[in-house]
């Protein structure tokens, strides 16, 4: 925190406020060492700051939507200025900073709580889930990636996920309990129908607050559910006892609550019940105790304070090295990449990879095995992307069109996909993937193991290597444009108001940078349907080598070229001109 006041008094309010709002989660945080309670009372503020704006009943729904939506406007302006005018983002900013967080990851969960401001309902236990889940889990991440930075990784076990996300489900009902005579006092009942309508004149009675029969038997119902889910042992399985402990703890915390909902009876409708404080005292006082032993087993790593935060997050793989991660193995040429001025490095290089058929056939060899060379190719220039420190690499795997190819070169493409992406080449390296483009079509065990591979590597943060795989460009314009005519019938969005910034976060990857460099190899001059809306203001950049052929040097060499383009956004010359749209906007990097 150094010598700044004003962020000093920051903190200082994100703390009062955790401790005021949220007494347990407050609580919770004086379990984990000093160095990283500022960062979590700045993620907890943050939270509650814009759950309070999306509840503030003084103003209409429309301008409660708009006061979330300037307050997630402002907060991506600021992350760019690395400095704010509120106090409470003035400390989540200095964190994401100072910690290297990606808050574009609360994108879509800042989206939702605009939403919420509308009021919500939801038919099934599915639709509750799919809403607590995104509301609550980008935040959890953003903890799980704190802790990481530490050097104290929260590590899951893949087959941990499930009751993870489950031990989330029982905190948001918890919560839900907790919360419902304010919720109601709003006219929000944040229940399931299916659930209510097991209950006769539950619903009603609730939003009454009546207390009746029904309405007793709905909430023993769902504290048992809720307990039921917090009670997940397995969850801390293989993980770092201090981690370890702080989940103990909650899941102790959240069951005191729901014993306190329970015999809090009717006034469950009248104020929020809170568990005894010897309740309370009796499970935090063993916590601090065994926390205290589990930090000591490990030094705690802190980034150095204000000199080394910049402006914008470093680029984690080339100046914070990972104990966790490898470094790619080098070229065999040993040949590094071209040191290329700060500001003339493209964020978002898409590549068109073709002429695998013709390097085939050039060999006389069948088509599938040019594609397998080419898989070659991906894996050196994915490395030659980490070594030059590129942030987003998306290439053209299969596009919606190569579906008019004959079915024997369809089967070996996706049958050498599957067995490219389960060979997991990029295991060691931080190395995110995401698959982009439709499942319709595609083989169901290709596309469970892409979203597999999508959960399991969602933490990592130097390069986002997403491939598009069944994707065309006018479908993800199609699906847009879908999604923003449900969002304007709902009633979210007025069609006579609908912005740019509108339709982008309709699109299937809202988060997916503006793409600066579009590289297509293979000697073809078009763009076949890929990235429309993305690449408006791209650099374009031909060569005729064909895919199988290309390797991390010819990569650099794109990315030098493009160090020479002089980028107008139509402006006029003597204007700045290489400012990347996620320099502009770092929310998107
Ligand atoms: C690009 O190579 C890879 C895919 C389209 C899957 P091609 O298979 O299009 O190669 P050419 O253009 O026929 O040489
Ligand atoms: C574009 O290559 C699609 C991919 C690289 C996946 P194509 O070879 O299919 O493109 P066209 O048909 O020549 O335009
Ligand atoms: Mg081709």
Known sequence: MGDDPSLRAAYRLCRRQTKAQDPAQ????????????????????????????????????????????EWITALERELADGASTDPIRHALVDTALRWRLDLTRLHGALLLVRDDA???????????????????????DLLRDLFDRAGVPVALRLDSWEVYEQFLDGFRLTDTLTDLSADLAQHDLLLPDEVLNQYP????????????????????HLTGLARQWVNQPSLTRGMHPAPATICHTMADLLRAQLDAVTSAGPSILRGPPRPALLTSTRILAPARARAALAWSLTPVTVPPPKDAVRRRPPVPHRTVPRSTFRTPPAHPSGQQPPKIPAGQTPTHVAVIMDGNGRWAQQRGLPRHEGHRAGATAVREVVYGALEIGLRHLTIYTFSTENWKRAPEEIDA??????????ANPFRDLDVR?????????????????????????????ALTLTMCINYGGRDEITRAAAALARSTARGHLNPNLISEKDFAQHLPHPDMPDVDLLWRTGNEQRTSNFLPWHTTYAE??????????????????????????????GATASMPTRASRAEADPCDS
């Not at 374009?540 to 956004?569: C, K, M, S, V």
């Open 26 to 69: 407050y609580a919770l945080i004086q379990l984990v060492p000093a160095a990283l309670r500022p960062a979590c009372w700045a993620l907890w503020a943050a939270a509650n700051a814009i759950d309070d704006l999306a509840d503030d009943r003084t103003a209409a729904a429309f301008e409660r939507a708009a006061q979330v939506e």
């Open 118 to 140: 509308h009021g919500r309902r939801f038919p099934d236990w599915p639709a509750w889930r799919a809403w607590a889940r995104d509301n609550l889990l980008p935040w959890f």
């Open 201 to 220: 004149g539950a619903a009603d009675d609730l939003m009454y607050l009546r207390w009746s029969p029904a309405v007793a038997e709905v909430i023993t």
């Open 413 to 422: 493409l996706l049958r050498l996909l599957h067995s490219e992406v389960s």
């Open 433 to 461: 993937l995401r698959w982009h483009g439709g499942a319709d079509r595609l083989p169901t065990d290709l596309v469970d193991l892409l979203r597999m591979r999508e959960h399991s590597t969602r933490t990592r943060t």
């Open 540 to 569: 374009l950049y031909f060569t005729p080598n064909l895919w199988p052929d290309t390797d991390r040097r010819d990569l650099w060499l794109a990315i030098t070229e493009y160090g020479r383009r002089q980028r107008r956004h």
